[in-house]
């Protein structure tokens, strides 16, 4: 028992007192301490539909978990805003990150090529006044030990691929000047989904330095993050790289590029399993 204990605590120490040493002679052989490959994601698996509003999806992605529920409300066409995300996140997430999030987000939602316009007008109303859809997501972050705007951007394209909004008949005359009242304004109880044809998903990489290079990672583990020499936050959907965050220097390009194919490779997963929840 005295040489297992000995290994142990030689380990930690090298851990604690080496780190980026202790970290390397796994790293150099393509795993991390508990014998992940350094390419490999977290588990991600979905439950749609089931969080009321008019979709809504619960994601669980390694130690994060994140619901998402959409409300719906009609509207007047107009040029502001028509998704809106509100985030409320455990104790163990900063407002930092969660302002952050945020910020994502809103720059995909007002993405004119990703969510066009046209997309939320009420079906219906086209003879009359045209009324447009505002869609509210209630994020909530349930458990946040992994990285929370992965899950968040995921949560919140499937909960709005799970979107069915109803047909609207508005009883109220173009040149009518008067406003609309809530009498003139009959919901149908037959729903259409949102015609989308993206499905934003969010990735973190990060690049470990040593003499001989660097090393990209996937989903390393907290105390690995804290020894990296450069983190890189993507948004892609099927096509595209939408949105490319650096915090550090990407000395070769062709990391990039590794980068976006395991991201795209990601995205084909992801949708793989939406597509097996919707089935089931």
């Known amino acids: 028992m005295l040489p297992q204990q000995e290994f142990t605590m030689g380990e930690e120490w090298f851990k604690k007192c080496l780190p980026l040493e202790y970290y390397d002679q796994f790293i150099q052989e393509g795993i991390y301490p508990d ?9 991600l698996s979905f439950k749609l539909g089931a969080w009321g509003g008019v979709g809504s999806a619960l994601i669980r ?5 994140v619901s998402c529920r959409v409300e719906a409300s009609l509207a007047l066409t107009h040029d502001g805003p028509l998704i809106t995300p509100e ?3 455990c104790a163990s997430v900063s407002q930092m990150e969660i302002n ?6 809103n720059k995909l939602f007002t993405n004119k090529a990703l969510f066009p316009r046209s997309v939320f007008l009420a079906k219906g109303t086209d003879d009359t006044i045209p009324l447009t859809w505002e869609l509210s997501l209630h994020i909530q972050v349930l458990n946040s030990d992994g990285f929370v705007p992965d899950a968040v951007v995921c949560a919140s394209s499937a909960a709005l691929s799970n979107v069915r909004l109803p047909k609207v008949t508005l009883a109220h005359a173009k040149e009518d000047e008067s406003p609309i009242q809530r009498e003139e304004i009959t919901v149908s109880k037959e729903t259409l989904p949102l015609d989308l044809t993206t ?8 690049l470990f330095r040593n003499s001989k290079g660097d090393k990209v990672l996937v989903d390393p583990p907290r ?15 099927s096509k595209d790289v939408l ?3 650096t915090r550090g220097v990407i000395k070769d390009d062709q990391l990039l590029s590794s980068m976006i194919a395991l991201a795209e490779r990601r995205h084909q997963s992801i949708m793989d399993v939406l597509r097996d929840g919707s089935n089931n």
């Open 87 to 89: 985030i409320e996140a």
């Open 100 to 105: 952050d999030i945020t910020d994502i987000l």
């Open 223 to 237: 105390e690995l993050v804290q020894q990296c020499a450069t983190k890189v936050s993507m948004v892609i959907d």
């Open 61 to 65: 992605q390694g130690g994060v978990a």
């Open 199 to 206: 499905f934003p998903v969010a990735l973190t990489f990060y």
């Open 243 to 245: 949105l490319l965050r």
């Open 35 to 43: 014998g992940r490959s350094i390419s490999s994601f977290a588990p």
